[in-house]
């Protein structure tokens, strides 16, 4: 199985002199890509992935493979084409042969990442284990048809007000000043913590939804589409602009994608199947009757039915709902004689269409769901 390490970098100032020049020319080979693709579309032909690596492969020079060596009980060296010996710290063993490396810088920090075949295949799917459904919200990033509900805020209310004050601040410099730049560095190293805690925070929250599971059912979303602006044109102006520009960043805030990214990455190594359905009226069906209607929904956290009078937090309805459209056909395991909790989302007395789930699966009351949402951080 292939996994990635990823290292932070000690670079000499002449090495970090050396690795931004090269930065500056990959980006440049990437431009000439792009604008290789665009040519053969203005010319009405296309260019697939396929031929352009095989041109980028003869078009490069170098192909002396790395190498890397450990030269302390921290540290380790990579031998990089063209770089040469480049120092890391060793803040892990590789456990395996390497394939490639590469090099990348975030925030203020230059690290390298290295594929690494681990030799061992990964794990097959396992049918002793149960299944979830996961429903990411603005409000809580997840929430899963368990009845468990992990979020916290990755900044911290200090380094808000810091942010605003170097915003305001950044407004004042002139482009191209030192303080202009200086700036722009504080600005980067506080949303460089922001991204590692809301990094570390998805890491964490997939392996307690995916472990001891053998099946995670995601909504399909359409993020690029959902943190689409309001604005408008000049012609005819978007309506609750500001409004839809604070809901887009807190949708992403929350960091939707790379959760998903996490929780597949996480599945990959244990062996756990994800997969992703299509959200529509999974926060208006009611898992207990299968009633649909936008008037069940009552509030951002709260769902009643108003056909059979069911009440459940509005987060964990959705998670249901997306676990019920999703297991349909999956054999993962579950306990004898105790059903599986079910939404039934065919029943649809409404006259909504909603899409049929598997039949003949019996519903029943949630697997010891606790009433009251309790909260992991
Ligand atoms: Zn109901």
């Known amino acids: 199985m292939l996994v990635g390490r990823k290292y932070r970098l000690v670079l000499a100032p002449e090495q970090v002199a050396t690795v931004e020049e090269y930065a500056?020319?990959?980006r440049a080979v990437w431009n000439v890509g792009l604008e290789q693709r665009r040519e053969y579309r203005r010319r009405g032909a296309l260019i697939?992935?396929?031929?352009q690596t095989r041109e980028?492969?003869?078009?490069?020079?170098?192909?002396?493979?790395?190498?890397v060596e450990r030269t302390g009980r921290k540290r380790a060296r990579a031998h990089l084409p063209k770089?040469?010996?480049?120092a890391f710290r060793w803040s892990r063993p590789l456990g395996g042969t390497l394939r490639s490396a590469t090099v990348s810088c975030d925030g203020k920090h230059w690290y390298i990442s290295f594929l690494v075949e681990i030799g061992t295949p990964a794990p097959a799917i396992s049918l002793e284990r149960g299944r979830v459904g996961v429903d990411r919200g603005v409000a809580v990033l997840a929430a899963t048809s368990d009845g468990r509900f992990f979020d916290r805020s990755f900044i911290t209310k200090g380094e808000a007000a810091r942010y605003r004050r170097l915003q305001q601040q950044h407004a004042r410099t002139r482009r191209g000043s030192n303080r202009r730049k200086a700036c722009q560095a504080k600005m980067r190293a506080i949303m460089c913590r922001?991204?590692?805690r809301r990094r570390d925070f998805h890491a964490q929250t997939a392996c307690r939804i995916v472990d001891r599971n053998a099946l995670v059912v995601l909504e399909e979303l359409n993020i690029k589409g959902m943190t689409?602006?309001?604005k408008g044109t000049m012609v005819r102006p978007g309506t609750h602009v500001r409004q839809k520009a604070g809901l887009n960043r807190a949708i992403l805030d929350k960091g939707w994608h790379s959760f998903e990214l996490a929780v597949r990455n996480r599945a990959r190594h244990r062996g756990v199947e994800v997969r992703t359905v299509d959200p529509a009226y999974t926060s208006v069906t009611c898992p207990a009757c299968g009633c649909v209607h936008p008037d069940n929904r009552k509030s951002q956290a709260s769902f009643v039915c108003a056909a059979c009078g069911h009440r459940e937090h509005a987060d964990t309805v959705g998670?249901?709902?997306?676990?019920?459209?999703?297991?349909?056909g999956h054999r993962a395991w579950r306990p004898r004689h105790q059903p599986v909790c079910e939404a039934p989302t065919s029943v649809n007395p409404q006259g909504i269409s909603a899409p049929a789930t598997a039949v003949g699966i019996p519903s029943a009351q949630p697997l010891g769901g606790s009433p009251s949402p309790s909260f992991e951080t």
């Open 56 to 67: 980028m492969a003869e078009a490069k020079a170098d192909p002396r493979h790395l190498s």
């Open 48 to 51: 697939g992935y396929a031929q």
């Open 319 to 328: 998670a249901k709902n997306t676990l019920a459209r999703g297991h349909a």
């Open 83 to 86: 770089l040469g010996w480049v």
């Open 194 to 196: 922001v991204r590692d």
């Open 228 to 230: 689409a602006s309001a």
């Open 24 to 26: 500056a020319i990959c």
